[in-house]
C-alpha cells in the first residue's frame, strides 16, 4: 500500500513562487507517474502537472506550463511541484496521486489515479 505524504505550501502574494513535495512510499512499482491536481472551492479538481517513472517524463495542465515546472528526486521517490508567477486564481487545495501504468492518454484522468495524498492549501492573495 502507497503512501503519499506532502509538504509546502501556504500564503503567497500574488507574483511570489511556492514549492511543494510528495514523498511516496511502501507500493511502488516500476510503472507510474506521481502527479498534482488542485481543487478551487467550488470547482472540479484540475490537473496541474505529472512525471512519469522512470522515464522521467513531465506533463503540464493546460496554461500551466512556462509557470509551474515538475522535478523529482528517483532516490527518494519524491516529486516536486515549483510555482511561480502565482495568481489569486491559483489559490486551491493541492493534491499529490499515484496513476500505476500509466499512459499518454490517462496521465490526465483522475480516476485512474489509485492513491491520493492529504491535501495542501495555496493560498495567493494580498
Known amino acids: 500500500q502507497v503512501t503519499l505524504v506532502q509538504s509546502g505550501g501556504g500564503l503567497v502574494q500574488p507574483g511570489g513562487s511556492l514549492r511543494v513535495s510528495c514523498a511516496a512510499s511502501g507500493g511502488t512499482s516500476n510503472s507510474y507517474a506521481l502527479a498534482w491536481f488542485r481543487q478551487a472551492p467550488g470547482k472540479e479538481r484540475e490537473f496541474v502537472g505529472a512525471?512519469?517513472?522512470?522515464?522521467?517524463?513531465?506533463y503540464y495542465g493546460d496554461s500551466l506550463r512556462g509557470r509551474f515546472t515538475m522535478s523529482r528526486d528517483r532516490a527518494k521517490n519524491t516529486v516536486f511541484l515549483q510555482m511561480n508567477s502565482l495568481k489569486p486564481e491559483d489559490t486551491a487545495v493541492y493534491y499529490c496521486?499515484?496513476?500505476?501504468?500509466?499512459?499518454?492518454?490517462?496521465?490526465?484522468?483522475?480516476?485512474?489515479?489509485?492513491?491520493w495524498g492529504q491535501g495542501t492549501q495555496v493560498t495567493v492573495s494580498t
Open positions: 496521486a499515484r496513476q500505476l501504468n500509466p499512459i499518454t492518454s490517462t496521465i490526465r484522468s483522475t480516476d485512474r489515479y489509485d492513491a
Open positions: 512525471i512519469r517513472w522512470p522515464n522521467g517524463a513531465t
